[in-house]
């Protein structure tokens, strides 16, 4: 939304103004101070789907005989695609969860890691051979992998994906991304944007990080991460791990990135032009900087905050108010050592996001347990808290 009326801004803020002076005059200060302008995502981002959408098409017509993960169209997530990025311009990242479905004569089967309590945190997908001489329409193309001789599918047909990105029976996300990777490489001249941008891969095991560099010198950093859907829902297991973590190649860990970069678009479509929510989210960011508090539990504050508080109230006059009831909450989270994960357990859940059936039984996780764990460390972030 902040992104769409960009260029009334400045018009519709001097009017604004007008009727509430003080008020207007401290969302212009806040504004100002914090560098609250939205960068120029929106563009950027139509410009890093569009070479997504070329790398894949190449990509399809290259693959299409071998035996390959099905490359599925690119989703923006993460915050530059929400419409946010608390990060200045240029140190913005681009992210895009490219969806793995099997090739003809293969099946994706995921089996969690641990049994037990939900949710499941991390996965392996197993890759089975399945049968293709039955069916509705058989591919006579194909060679079954379970009814021809090994003799025959070696000499007539292409390896199986299990001899070739998989470790063992499960699909491994290094191999993956470094035949990605190798394929960006070699793909690069024949996409429209080489005209415009140098590119360089950067380094990385389980995804593929990408630098442009214009002929003006400016950089746009991409970051593609590979994915596998559970279920239809909006859930997805993504070969990149977070944080500190670092498990073996063959695990891949549940991410909620795609029903985020959803939940974002549902509500800019419902609320009122020139919503203030995402400056909201952009002002606390900074605010936050250097304490303890993470982006991703300023972000799930905002999002229960959105279904709790009327959409209608989030028009930009009430930036200030919006801004105090995201920090009360926050410090309200902090004294109680407990802040729910907005999607296990949601009773507000938009209807719009669909989840795995287990989420909304689930017991909704504490995304501040540590605190409960650790009362030195919740004494820490109420005073650096309060500090700001």
């Given at each position: 939304i902040c992104e769409m009326d960009s260029s009334r801004d400045s018009e519709s803020e001097e009017s604004e103004e007008e009727e509430q002076p003080a008020e207007m005059n401290m969302i212009w200060i806040f504004s100002k101070r914090f560098q609250l302008s939205v960068p120029k995502l929106a563009s950027r981002r139509r410009v890093?789907?569009?070479l997504l959408s070329d790398l894949l098409q190449v990509s399809h017509s290259l693959f299409s005989d071998s035996f390959?993960?099905?490359?599925?169209?690119?989703?923006?997530?993460?915050?530059?695609?929400?419409?946010?990025?608390?990060?200045?311009?240029?140190?913005?990242?681009?992210?895009?969860?490219?969806?793995?479905?099997?090739?003809?004569?293969?099946?994706?089967?995921?089996?969690?890691?641990?049994?037990?309590?939900?949710?499941?945190?991390s996965m392996r997908i197993r890759v089975e051979q399945v049968c293709t001489c039955t069916g509705k329409q058989p591919d006579q193309s194909i060679l079954c992998f379970l009814h021809h001789s090994a003799e025959e599918l070696k000499r007539n047909q292409v390896t199986s994906l299990l001899h070739t990105l998989c470790t063992g029976p499960?699909?491994?996300?290094?191999?993956?991304?470094?035949?990605?990777?190798?394929?960006?490489?070699?793909?690069?001249?024949?996409?429209?944007?080489?005209?415009?941008?140098?590119?360089?891969?950067?380094?990385?095991?389980?995804?593929?990080?990408?630098?442009?560099?214009?002929?003006?010198?400016?950089?746009?950093?991409?970051?593609?991460?590979?994915?596998?859907?559970?279920?239809?829902?909006?859930?997805?297991?993504?070969?990149?791990?977070?944080?500190?973590?670092?498990?073996?190649?063959?695990?891949w860990l549940e991410s909620y990135a795609v029903a985020e970069a959803k939940f974002f678009r549902q509500v800019a479509m419902q609320a009122p032009p020139r919503s203030c929510h995402l400056k909201c989210l952009r002002l606390c960011a900074r605010l936050l900087e250097g304490s303890g508090i993470s982006v991703y539990a300023l972000k799930t504050t905002v999002m229960h905050l959105l279904t709790l508080i009327p959409l209608s109230e989030w028009q930009h006059k009430y930036l200030l108010m919006r801004v105090d009831d995201i920090m009360h909450y926050l410090r309200c989270c902090l004294e109680e050592k407990r802040l729910k994960h907005f999607f296990f357990g949601n009773e507000d859940m938009p209807a719009e996001i669909s989840l795995p059936p287990d989420f909304q039984e689930a017991q909704p996780l504490n995304l501040f347990q540590h605190l409960v764990q650790d009362p030195a460390a919740q004494t820490k972030a109420l005073k650096e808290f309060d500090d700001l």
């Open positions: 890093v789907q569009e390959f993960p099905v490359l599925e169209p690119a989703i923006g997530v993460g915050s530059a695609c929400e419409g946010w990025s608390p990060h200045k311009e240029e140190d913005i990242v681009y992210f895009m969860f490219v969806p793995l479905k099997p090739p003809p004569g293969h099946a994706f089967h995921l089996e969690p890691e641990a049994t037990g309590q939900m949710p499941q945190t499960f699909l491994d996300g290094e191999k993956i991304a470094l035949w990605f990777q190798t394929f960006v490489i070699s793909a690069w001249s024949v996409v429209p944007q080489s005209r415009h941008y140098s590119m360089k891969v950067l380094p990385s095991c389980r995804s593929c990080k990408m630098r442009l560099v214009k002929d003006s010198g400016r950089s746009l950093f991409v970051e593609i991460v590979f994915s596998v859907q559970q279920g239809d829902s909006d859930i997805f297991l993504s070969s990149q791990p977070t944080g500190a973590q670092f498990p073996p190649s063959t695990t």
